[in-house]
Nanobody, 127 residues
Framework: QVHLVESGGRLVQPGDDLTFFCAAS????????LGWFRQTPGHERAFVAR???????NYADSVKGRFTIGRDNVQNTMWLQMNSLKPEDTAVYYC?????????????????????WGQGTQVTVSS
């Protein structure tokens, strides 16, 4: 079981940079694929970024070139570096993990493929 706790959410201005962290405890972090998702009121949780156990990454089109996902299997930590933030990036951000192995890497872009979730952290981008 993997327990996840996010940190780093806050109010920022458009164009600012911000980095989230997600600390993991328990067993299996290094064997887990990791993802970031976000949710706004009235909408379903949406894929943002993921990194597999082999380091393969993928990003939502809306964040490509601005966001970077990373992991540290020694510190049991993952992060999401967000640059040039826009008002439309405002959301509650969740980190997620799964130890399941999927044949298609694209399965790791789907929220219900993940078993463990953090509590969420709010980012508001506003001037």
């Amino acid at each position: 079981q993997v327990h996840l706790v996010e940190s780093g959410g806050r109010l920022v201005q458009p164009g600012d940079d911000l980095t989230f962290f997600c600390a993991a405890s328990g067993h299996g972090f290094s064997d887990s694929a990791l993802g970031w998702f976000r949710q706004t009121p009235g909408h379903e949780r949406a894929f943002v970024a993921r990194i597999t156990t082999t380091g393969s990454t993928n990003y939502a089109d809306s964040v490509k070139g601005r966001f970077t996902i990373g992991r540290d299997n020694v510190q049991n930590t993952m992060w999401l570096q967000m640059n040039s933030l826009k008002p439309e990036d405002t959301a509650v951000y969740y980190c997620a993990a799964t130890r399941r192995t999927y044949y298609r890497e694209s399965d790791y872009d789907i929220d219900h493929r993940y078993d463990y979730w953090g509590q969420g952290t709010q980012v508001t981008v506003s001037s």
